[in-house]
């Protein structure tokens, strides 16, 4: 037991890093139930397509409008606290609708009330959440860190917690948010034992100066990204990458079912290939890295990003899109995880949430363009127009970025 420990989070790497694991890898557990159940409570509580869409927009919505913001709180106070706080505010929003579902009053505006409410918390508690890791290793270990909070959001996330929160859904609509409430809860007590360093104040400022508005401390992060070339260019990749990536992938299921014919069980086998594909990446990050530099780690996940577009234009069955979705997963997780590594060893901690706020907007802004343009292209176009975009889109920005690629791979945090 103590090889398989050592193995999965290294002694050296301290005990605050095992206890930040053991909370993410729990607290996967319960957002990959509600995953699952959040949708079919909505689907039972309305037959409306348009409420069903906005149900899954509120939860994303919270990130355009509170992520500057939450980015901003996480680097003026306590961290831990602020994890703490967001997830015991989640876990109260949750309780509320179980004793909603439990007592009968249940309608689809609660729902949809509730999981804006969760989608608020959730951008506190993320954002602040990916500010720890730094301030627990070393920089030379935030590449095997990152592979292991990223094979627990894999496992539990997107294998585990599905499925169980689909069958906790068929024995009661309230059990699998009891579940989640639980999982919360005992994230929020493994958080509880980090012990984090305080975060040292920016060069020359005066501790017993007046506080300074948000909208300052927002300015000064933009401003700081905009100046360190590294940073900015890698968050203009993530936001076309997630753009270009999202066209094709919000139109998926109707790919599978109505171009390939692969009917819902083989779309669930796409989402499963990926999935199974990124534990592969993850669990095998740790020799990539040593082996390879991490701009040929970026080098080639990019290229095989563009690459991936063009083989689903081209596939005509079933099986050749599951080994594509395979493939897929394996290099986007290694991606996540350099991604991750690179834009945490070029900021300095004062900085980590206003610039890791930056880069989850790009995130959730690039899905939501990318999938407004793949369904206006897949209605006019054909259901394979938003490979090609993806494709040519994804193509020309990795060319016009290839040469700046290594120095972004190597930046460091002044």
Same mark, same amino acid.
């Given at each position: ?8 989070? =290294? ?9 930040? &694991? ?24 309305? @037959? ?5 869409? *906005? ?5 994303r919505l919270p990130w355009l409008v509170f992520g500057l913001w939450a980015g901003v709180l996480a680097d003026r106070i306590d961290r ?7 997830? %015991? ?9 179980? /004793? ?5 009053? +249940?309608?689809?505006? /609660?729902? *949809? ?6 989608? +608020? ?7 602040? @959440? ?24 894999? !496992? ?5 917690? =599905?499925? %169980? ?14 579940? $989640?409430? %639980? ?6 007590? %493994? +958080? ?7 975060? =040292? ?28 070339p590294p940073v900015r260019t890698l968050a203009l990749v993530i936001l076309v990458f997630n753009a270009t990536w999202a066209a094709p ?12 014919? &692969? ?20 669990? !095998? ?21 563009? *690459? ?8 005509? #069955? ?38 890791? @706020? ?27 127009? =938003? ?9 020309? #920005? ?5 040469? $700046? ?10």
């Amino acid at each position: 037991m103590k090889r398989v420990v050592e193995a999965v989070a =290294p002694a050296r790497m301290g005990t605050g890093f095992r206890w930040l &694991m053991s909370a993410s890898w729990v607290s996967n557990i319960g957002d990959g139930v509600a995953l699952a159940a959040g949708p079919l409570l909505v689907a039972s509580q309305t @037959s409306s397509a348009m409420l069903v869409a *906005l149900a899954a927009m509120l939860q994303r919505l919270p990130w355009l409008v509170f992520g500057l913001w939450a980015g901003v709180l996480a680097d003026r106070i306590d961290r831990r606290r602020l994890v703490i706080v967001a997830n %015991l505010l989640r876990a109260v929003v949750v309780t509320a609708l179980c /004793v909603v579902i439990v007592t009968g009053h +249940v309608n689809i505006g /609660v729902v *949809l009330a509730a999981m804006l409410l969760m989608g +608020v918390a959730e951008v506190f508690a993320d954002t602040t @959440s990916q500010t720890l890791l730094p301030m627990l290793v070393r920089p030379a270990d935030l590449g095997i860190g990152n592979s292991r909070l990223q094979a627990g959001f894999l !496992t539990a996330n997107q294998l585990v917690g =599905p499925p %169980l929160g689909a069958a906790l859904f068929a024995a009661g609509a309230a059990w699998p948010f009891a579940a $989640q409430v %639980l999982t919360v809860l005992f994230a929020v007590l %493994l +958080v509880s034992k980090v012990v984090l360093t305080p975060v =040292p104040p920016a060069e020359g400022a005066d501790p017993r100066a007046a506080p300074r508005k948000v909208r300052h401390d927002i300015a000064e992060g933009l401003r700081w990204i905009w100046t360190n070339p590294p940073v900015r260019t890698l968050a203009l990749v993530i936001l076309v990458f997630n753009a270009t990536w999202a066209a094709p992938w919000g139109i998926l299921v109707k790919y599978s079912l109505d171009y390939l014919h &692969m009917g819902p069980v083989g779309y669930g086998l796409l989402t499963t290939a990926a999935a199974v594909g990124g534990l592969l990446g993850t669990f !095998t990050y740790g020799t990539l890295e040593r082996r390879y530099s991490l701009s040929a780690l970026m080098k080639v996940c990019l290229t095989l990003e563009v *690459l991936f577009h063009l083989a689903l234009a081209l596939a005509t #069955t079933g099986w050749a899109a599951m080994a594509i979705l395979f493939v897929f997963g394996a290099y986007s997780f290694v991606w996540g995880t350099v991604s991750n590594t690179v834009r945490q060893r070029a900021t300095p901690t004062r900085f980590q949430g206003r610039v890791g @706020s930056v880069y989850m907007m790009c995130v959730f802004g690039g899905i939501v363009v990318g999938n407004a343009i793949g369904g206006v292209l897949a209605e006019h176009w054909g259901l394979t127009a =938003p490979m090609w975009f993806g494709f040519v889109g994804a193509g020309l #920005t990795l060319v016009l970025v290839w040469r $700046q690629l290594a120095h972004i791979a190597h930046a460091q945090a002044d």
